[in-house]
């Protein structure tokens, strides 16, 4: 029901802009929306979380894991240095060189570009809303709430979790990079395993 819902919902959307005018609309969508400063926005915050708070060089070694070899170091700094950088450069470059929206020789009008910036901010919001949200909310002091907000509460699967067993029984050298796991694995040691164990030591 919620997937015929949303499909509905966006075919509703998506009908102004096979209109005769549409792609005024279209236009609108694409310069505020598709490709403006939201999806940067949202991709900057991204990148912060996996580098900064998951860590960059557990994030490094699980690549590792996955693919079965260590990738250049470049990709590392670019995770960590370059890419925040340039990101936040063309979110402050926009701004400075920011010329409204045209389509041809028309010009929109300043609802027009009001109605943008809403539709952008309609996703850029949620990030520091939430954010917000959860040190209003959770109780203690507020160097409690931001390290509890930027500590990783994810619990394993039981199947992931005897998938890197088995592998560290048959490869002896195989690092383990998520997991730190060390006893049985019956469902009561499973149980009780603390989730903050999952993601192991700092590196």
């Not at 570009?113 to 909310?137: H, K, N, Q, R, T």
């Not at 994810?154 to 690092?175: F, G, H, N, S």
């Not at 060390?182 to 009780?192: A, H, N, V, Y």
């Amino acid at each position: 029901k919620f997937t015929l819902g949303m499909t509905v919902f966006m075919c509703l959307l998506g009908l102004p802009m096979i209109t005769r005018g549409g792609i005024y609309v279209f236009q609108l969508m694409d310069f505020y929306a598709a490709s403006g400063l939201s999806l940067l926005w949202c991709v900057f915050f991204q990148t912060i979380a996996i580098c900064w708070v998951f860590g960059a060089k557990k994030f490094y070694l699980c690549i590792e894991e996955m693919i079965g070899y260590r990738v250049s170091m470049y990709w590392y700094v670019c995770w960590v240095f370059l890419a925040p950088a340039f990101m936040v450069f063309i979110f402050v470059f926009y701004f400075v060189r920011y010329s409204p929206i045209t389509m041809g020789a028309y010009h929109y009008p300043a609802w027009g570009e009001v109605l943008g910036f809403a539709i952008s901010l309609s996703s850029m919001l949620w990030v520091p809303g939430y954010a917000i949200y959860y040190l209003l909310s959770t109780k203690g002091s507020w160097s409690e709430v931001l390290r509890q907000g930027v500590t990783p509460v994810i619990k394993p699967r039981k199947e992931a979790v005897m998938a890197e067993e088995k592998a560290r029984l048959t490869y002896q050298d195989v690092r383990d990079v998520e997991l730190n796991i060390e006893g049985d694995l019956s469902d009561e040691s499973f149980d009780s395993y603390d989730s903050k164990k999952c993601l192991g030591e700092d590196l």
